[in-house]
């Protein structure tokens, strides 16, 4: 399953359905990741960090009741006992400011946030802005590079025999 387990509301009805369809000695793999910035300048990396952090977990992050993924799945009960983890890779890509907005914008949490807050429309902006101010950079938004970093964590379960 690839990064959606913590869109599920209940793990149970999910792992029932994987034992009834996977074969003994069958591998269930899920995996999910934590996005994290990144630029040229650790302190710079740090704040945009806290800033990410806060918006994306802490303020958007309650508008989904099953994030999970904050805790890279230690909290879920998978159902096998035969459990390997690997959290040794991680996906690295380019980004510009505003396509981490665009990121934001795309998630379900935000959306959730707004129907609950359609007044608040700017957060969007204010990330930008305090993103942007952190960088200290004469660039706009839209060219204004960044690293987005997820480092992934895999959990593989085996049916037994």
Same mark, same amino acid.
């Given at each position: ?72 799945? &230690? %909290? ?9 983890? #690997?959290?040794?890779? @991680?996906?690295?890509?380019? =980004? ?18 707004l ?8 957060? &969007? %902006? ?9 960088? #200290?950079?004469?660039? @706009?938004?839209?060219?204004? =590079? ?6 992934i ?9």
């Amino acid at each position: 399953m690839a990064s959606a387990l913590h869109f599920l509301p209940n793990h149970k009805t999910f792992f029932s359905e994987v034992d009834r369809v996977l074969k003994p000695g069958g591998c269930l793999a899920v995996y999910g990741y934590k996005p994290l910035l990144k630029c040229d300048d650790e302190d710079k990396t740090t704040e945009l960090n806290k800033i990410w952090k806060y918006y994306l977990y802490e303020k958007l992050g309650q508008y989904q009741p099953y994030l999970t993924t904050i805790n890279r799945y &230690l %909290d879920v009960d998978f159902p096998y006992s035969d459990i390997k983890r #690997d959290e040794s890779i @991680s996906m690295v890509s380019d =980004l510009t400011v505003a396509d981490t907005i665009g990121f934001i914008e795309s998630t379900s949490m935000y959306r959730m946030y707004l129907d609950k807050h359609p007044d608040d429309s700017n957060i &969007l %902006d204010e990330v930008q802005n305090k993103l942007m101010a952190v960088l #200290d950079v004469d660039t @706009s938004p839209e060219k204004t =590079l960044l690293k987005r970093v997820c480092p992934i964590f895999l959990i593989m379960c085996r049916k037994p025999k």
